[in-house]
């Protein structure tokens, strides 16, 4: 079945560090892929996506590539800031495209 | 409402007992999900409503487990004789269409089986 594997955390960076989260997948197919994020207190929402191969998903200043070579959909940010301390998911919908499947998270502390 | 609204918020509960928890969905929003969040763990899918249907209930672990959903709104996640294991954060979210699109995440159910 379909499945997502992303970096444990946590990750601790300082301010204007540069960011990257490691994120691969399994699916038949051709999934489209998600990053979603959970800052601390709130619900879960939609950080970026991106539909097809080679497709790049952005927001906020993150960025992400779907890579079907390597079934990869790394996220990454040039500078964070104390702001983006998060838990950070990766995520896909598969073949029937009826529910997402995620990876375990990642927690991100940006220390100023 | 204005976003995906869960209830009760906290939940405590004594092994063996029944619980019913409730998702209200953004108004429109025929899709409806399901899922549950183990301490320090990823988002496990359980259900997956289209309308009043479940055509995904592959992620309910056990018979205890049942949701269902009426008038194309609300939905109640049902667990009898709850368990420790069980404990976790109940997560409900909504999507104007199928599975693909932007997914609007409630804040969830803390539920904690003593």
């Known amino acids: 079945g379909d499945s997502v594997t992303q970096m444990e955390g946590p990750v601790t960076l300082s301010e204007e560090a540069f960011l990257t989260i490691n994120c691969t997948y399994t699916a038949t197919g051709y999934p489209s892929l998600f990053w979603y994020v959970q800052y601390p207190g709130e619900g879960l929402q939609l950080l970026l996506k991106a539909t097809k191969a080679d497709d790049k998903g952005s927001n906020k200043g993150f960025e992400a590539t779907y890579r079907k070579e390597t079934t990869s959909f790394h996220l990454e940010k040039g500078s964070v800031q104390v702001s983006d301390s998060a838990v950070y998911f990766c995520?896909?919908?598969?073949?029937?495209?009826?529910?997402?499947?995620f990876g375990g998270g990642t927690r991100v502390l940006v220390k100023p | 409402g204005a976003g995906v609204s869960q209830s009760p918020s906290n939940k405590v509960t004594e092994k063996g007992k029944d619980v019913e928890l409730r998702c209200d969905p953004i108004s429109g929003h025929t899709a409806l999900y399901w899922y549950r969040q183990r301490l320090g763990q990823g988002l496990e899918f359980l259900i997956y409503?289209?309308?009043?249907?479940?055509?995904?209930k592959s992620g309910l672990p056990s018979d205890r487990f049942s949701a269902e959903r009426t008038g194309e709104s609300v939905s109640t996640l049902t667990i009898q004789r709850t368990q420790q294991e069980d404990s976790a954060v109940y997560l409900c979210?909504?999507?104007?269409?199928?599975?693909?699109?932007?997914?609007?995440f409630g804040s969830g159910t803390q539920l904690s089986v003593l």
């Open positions: 979210a909504s999507s104007l269409n199928r599975g693909g699109e932007k997914l609007f």
């Open positions: 995520a896909l919908t598969g073949a029937a495209g009826n529910k997402l499947t």
């Open positions: 409503f289209q309308g009043n249907s479940a055509p995904d």
